[in-house]
């Protein structure tokens, strides 16, 4: 097992830690979850500059590497239904979570196709780790925007409408790369 391996197993063991922080209600357990969240941001990019330098790309973390970029995505999505006083559509969780794992699948069918990411998905990525962050930050400060006139948009109105935006704009990635691959994706289908 190289090191660009390592350190992508290395982010999928910090999502049950992510998940245990962030569902505890101490402003210290939500900043260290944001923590956590943007440290496996970093080692995500870090692992790609490791494999690509050092020659390590592998069957092994080609799909292991987009598979722990979804589960921690993901399991923020998730872990944000736990609060109420956010008000997030269940359907926009449901919609970002298919979309992320049907597009992984397909990717992963079979290795000799190439279906990279497309510059729409990077968007979505982008988008959907910034969704997260702001919603993390809305939590650890939640008890002090309680105290502001406009808590209700802060709190409510805005985790509900971005969640909105980056569930449409994600449907509407995955639309777009499946137009873009649906070749391959069809001789993937119809070979086996």
């Known amino acids: 097992m190289n090191l660009a391996t390592k350190i992508t197993i290395f982010r999928i063991l910090l999502v049950p830690l992510f998940l245990i922080l962030i569902l ?3 402003i210290l357990t939500r900043i260290l979850a944001l923590l956590v969240f943007i440290f496996g941001g970093i080692t995500d990019t870090l ?3 490791v494999a690509r330098k050092k020659n390590m790309v592998t069957k092994i973390g080609s799909s292991l590497d987009p598979l722990a970029d ?3 995505i993901t399991t923020a999505f998730i872990s944000f239904l736990n609060f109420s006083e956010l008000k997030i559509p269940v359907w926009t969780v449901i919609i970002i979570i298919l979309r992320d794992y049907i597009i992984t699948w397909l990717r992963s069918i079979d290795s000799n196709y190439s279906m ?3 510059k729409t998905a990077k968007i979505k990525t982008f988008l959907q780790n910034i969704a997260i962050i ?3 930050l809305i939590l650890i400060f939640k008890n002090y925007i309680s105290n502001l006139t406009i808590s209700w948009y802060i709190i409510e109105l ?5 969640m909105i935006f980056i569930s449409f704009f994600t449907l509407a990635s995955g639309v777009i790369y499946i137009i873009k691959y649906r070749n391959l994706i069809w001789e993937q289908f119809t070979k086996n």
């Open 24 to 26: 505890t209600d101490y």
């Open 47 to 49: 692992d790609g500059i």
């Open 70 to 72: 979804k589960l921690l």
């Open 116 to 118: 990279p990411a497309d």
């Open 134 to 136: 702001s919603i993390i």
């Open 158 to 162: 805005y985790p509900k409408m971005i």
